[in-house]
Nanobody, 128 residues
Framework: QVQLVESGGGSVQSGGSLTLSCVVSGQFYSTYCMGWVRQASGKEPEGVAAINNDGDIRYADFVKGRFTISRVTRVDAKNTLYLQMNSAKPEDTAMYYC???????????????????WGQGTLVTVSS
């Protein structure tokens, strides 16, 4: 069983920064494709960034150069996925979800990956 718990959301002014964290519990974390997906009110979910177990990273065009995804594997099993958000824009306002799926279950770890496991989400609000 994989559990994902996000934190770090909040309010920030345009141009500011936030760091989202997602603590991942469960076995075989290192073999998972991980990603951040966001959903703004009244809109469809959209992939923000994805990172494979070999470190291959994909970003949506609308966050390239501003957001950074990273993952840390720890021996105490408190593995964590991060999303560093810089130069935030009002259009970044959304609920942000951490997601995961075993690498072996997908052909490619990408923004359009149909993730299997999801966190509860953390709300990010960017004011102008």
């Amino acid at each position: 069983q994989v559990q994902l718990v996000e934190s770090g959301g909040g309010s920030v002014q345009s141009g500011g920064s936030l760091t989202l964290s997602c603590v991942v519990s469960g076995q075989f974390y290192s073999t998972y494709c991980m990603g951040w997906v966001r959903q703004a009110s009244g809109k469809e979910p959209e992939g923000v960034a994805a990172i494979n177990n070999d470190g291959d990273i994909r970003y949506a065009d609308f966050v390239k150069g501003r957001f950074t995804i990273s993952r840390v594997t720890r021996v105490d099993a408190k593995n964590t996925l991060y999303l560093q958000m810089n130069s935030a824009k009002p259009e970044d306002t959304a609920m942000y979800y951490c997601a995961a799926i075993p690498v072996g279950a997908v052909a490619v770890c990408d923004l359009g990956t149909q993730f299997e496991y999801w966190g509860q989400g953390t709300l990010v609000t960017v004011s102008s």
